[in-house]
Nanobody
Framework: QVQLVESGGGLVQAGGSLRLSCAASGLTFSSHAMAWFRQAPGEERQFVATINWTGAFTYYANSVKGRFTISRDNAENTVYLQMNSLKPEDTAVYYC???????????????WGQGTQVTVSS
């Protein structure tokens, strides 16, 4: 059974930072692309960032470019999302995902975590 478990969410003030982690098990982690998506209440799930299986390629949504950094540690089977200069509009449940290619559409990822809440206060 493939399992992705996110952690690191919480409540922060605008301008603050958080680092999310996603620990993977039950799959060959080093052969999978990883990504982060987020979903605010009443909104559709939206793409945040992705990283290919080697870590050499990354891609970000325009709304987070320059503020967020995705990285991975294949030895630890973990992907990270470092979030700096957080804004209230970043408030959402953040999900990690694993797939065969590092694309933007959510449908290209076959495995999903349970999500972790990030709340940014004004």
């Amino acid at each position: 059974q493939v399992q992705l478990v996110e952690s690191g969410g919480g409540l922060v003030q605008a301008g603050g930072s958080l680092r999310l982690s996603c620990a993977a098990s039950g799959l060959t982690f080093s052969s999978h692309a990883m990504a982060w998506f987020r979903q605010a209440p009443g909104e559709e799930r939206q793409f945040v960032a992705t990283i290919n299986w080697t870590g050499a390629f990354t891609y970000y949504a325009n709304s987070v470019k320059g503020r967020f950094t995705i990285s991975r540690d294949n030895a630890e089977n973990t992907v990270y999302l470092q979030m700096n200069s957080l804004k209230p509009e970043d408030t959402a449940v953040y999900y990690c995902a694993a797939g065969r290619i590092s694309g933007v559409p959510a449908g290209e990822y076959g495995y999903w975590g349970q999500g972790t809440q990030v709340t940014v206060s004004s």
